[in-house]
């Protein structure tokens, strides 16, 4: 089964074309758009984190956390 392309990294590829989203990019992920791996108690433990410290007010280490996890955004090279 085909994986769908990720919505930031489709957000990302039209913000670099002019705001269009690239012809490129359909309803199959490309090597640009694949989901990124993500073991998904890291991402449980990173939510659960952030919601404590909403309804906590004290730091349970969810900015730790989150910079744990892969992010496309924060991993990529800038475009000049």
Request: charged letters at 30%; aromatic letters at 2%; zero cysteines.
């Amino acid at each position: 089964m085909a994986k769908q392309p990720e919505a930031l990294a489709t957000f990302a590829a039209s913000a670099r074309n002019d705001g269009k989203k690239p012809r490129d990019i359909g309803l199959h992920a490309t090597h640009e758009t694949k989901p990124l791996h993500t073991d998904t108690k890291q991402k449980a433990d990173a939510a659960t984190k952030v919601l404590r410290e909403g309804v906590l007010h004290k730091n349970q280490g969810a900015d730790e956390a989150i910079d744990a996890l892969p992010d496309r955004t924060r991993d990529t090279k800038q475009q000049p």
